[in-house]
């Protein structure tokens, strides 16, 4: 095992870095990601720290999101109210009337009568959701969904629709189409312990080219989910404007995204469906060049042997696309994530851990327990918060291979 002492490197780098008895306080560490493999790991790192920023994929085109998408012309919603439901104050008084709001789905089964009957239910207060609430909260989803009900289109499909989903779609149409003004308002409302932010703001969907030609729009498509799982390595990905029709689209980060990330003491790059989640944030012009312009170490978190999306590519191939996305306009050579954290039994990772490969490329490689008893064949959440937080720290334990004079910057 190799140990690595404090790297005084380190903390010049990060000039925003608040360290009290040699230990980080309140991080900021940006992850780009989309809704469900990090929900456990958000909620865990609370715990931690406050400053977390999350940026989400709003590109889901299939389930509710679908409807809602189709009806209105919005981006999806859905992982950005399951990241504002795993940060949410639990101190709060009402924290799990909310939450239970939030999360509550109406029936699949009903007829449309019975489906808008209880949306009617909620608009009045009359539904038995609303009757712990307080006043002030009561009058406000009263409000909201009364609003979303005036703005719903004749033959509207309610089947399962999210009533998070829902607020968040009335609160942007409220907001004049802003979804950044709609996720901020729900993360006051949740009292979030972090920063949720959706990486744009337009209706787009993904596409993607497989290395046999064929060619999928939408994320409900390639994801993996139901019957959409590809047979062939995706190569490409891309942004449509259109869901029946590739039409190219090519859209620039906001300042304010380019800013979060040039203020991270970690970026982190997470377990999560690869290319719709992790790939897909880094497209908009200007993340890569501001990834790759901030001092502060990038950490790469592969899947497991679990993700439909990697079909065909090796642990080293994923790297390497990573690398490949962020080579920024100026580069000669691919950019690649300092360091590469993997779960200790090496042998659940597509075509094996690239040992030499990493040293060549001057990639640390950190292999400690991040799967448990408890949640196998899964990642365990606080092992992913404790060893980020380790790496903050520089106190990182089984380290199986490390190589300390590759810069952060």
């Given amino acids: 095992?190799?140990?690595?002492?404090?790297?005084?490197?380190?903390?010049?780098?990060?000039?925003?870095?608040?360290?009290?008895?040699?230990?980080?306080?309140?991080?900021?560490?940006?992850?780009?990601?989309?809704?469900?493999?990090?929900?456990?790991?958000?909620?865990?790192?609370t715990q931690y720290t406050k400053n977390a920023t999350y940026l989400i994929t709003p590109f889901d085109s299939?389930?509710?999101?679908?409807?809602?998408?189709?009806?209105f012309s919005m981006p999806a919603v859905g992982d950005l109210r399951s990241r504002l439901i795993s940060l949410a104050d639990r101190t709060s008084p009402e924290y799990k009337e909310k939450i239970f709001l939030f999360e509550y789905r109406l029936p699949k089964q009903a007829s449309s009568k019975a489906l808008l009957?209880?949306?009617?239910?909620?608009?009045?207060?009359?539904?038995?959701?609303?009757?712990?609430?307080?006043?002030?909260?009561l009058q406000f989803v009263k409000e909201e969904i009364r609003f979303f009900l005036t703005q719903l289109p004749e033959g509207f499909d309610l089947s399962g629709a999210s009533i998070g989903n829902i607020l968040l779609t009335s609160r942007y149409l409220q907001e004049n189409r802003d979804l950044f003004a709609a996720v901020t308002f729900f993360s006051h409302w949740l009292g979030s312990k972090g920063v949720v932010r959706p990486l744009i703001d337009a209706n787009i969907h993904l596409c993607v080219q497989l290395e046999n030609g064929e060619i999928y729009i939408g994320q409900h498509r390639f994801t993996g989910k139901k019957d959409s799982q590809v047979s062939s390595p995706i190569r490409k990905i891309w942004f449509s404007k259109s869901l029946d029709k590739v039409e190219l689209a090519v859209l620039k980060a906001d300042t304010f995204i380019c800013e979060y990330i040039h203020s991270a003491d970690l970026i982190c790059f997470p377990m999560g469906s690869f290319f719709s989640s992790v790939v897909a944030n880094l497209l908009p012009v200007g993340i890569a060049e501001a990834i790759c312009n901030t001092c502060c170490p990038k950490v790469f978190i592969p899947n497991l042997n679990n993700d439909p999306e990697l079909f065909g590519l090796s642990l080293k191939e994923q790297i390497q696309y990573l690398g490949y996305i962020l080579r920024s306009g100026e580069a000669k050579q691919n950019i690649y994530p300092d360091i590469i954290l993997v779960d200790r039994n090496t042998n659940n990772y597509p075509g094996g851990i690239p040992y030499k490969w990493l040293i060549r490329n001057g990639i640390e490689l950190i292999s400690t327990e991040l799967i448990t008893k408890t949640y196998a064949p899964y990642f365990d959440p606080q092992k992913i918060c404790q060893t980020l937080i380790q790496i903050l720290n520089r106190n990182v334990?089984?380290?199986?291979?490390?190589?300390?004079?590759?810069?952060y910057c």
Avoid: W
């Avoid at 790297?7 to 780009?32: A, C, E, H, N």
């Avoid at 299939?62 to 009806?71: D, F, I, N, T």
């Avoid at 608009?123 to 959701?129: L, S, T």
């Fill in 117 to 137: 009957d209880e949306m009617c239910q909620l608009r009045d207060g009359n539904h038995p959701m609303m009757y712990h609430f307080s006043n002030v909260t």
């Fill in 62 to 71: 299939g389930g509710s999101s679908a409807v809602l998408r189709q009806a």
């Fill in 1 to 45: 095992m190799t140990k690595l002492s404090p790297l005084m490197k380190y903390q010049t780098l990060t000039y925003g870095l608040s360290i009290q008895q040699g230990l980080v306080v309140d991080p900021k560490i940006v992850f780009f990601s989309g809704g469900t493999a990090l929900r456990e790991v958000a909620s865990c790192l």
């Fill in 397 to 407: 334990y089984n380290i199986t291979q490390s190589t300390m004079n590759n810069s």
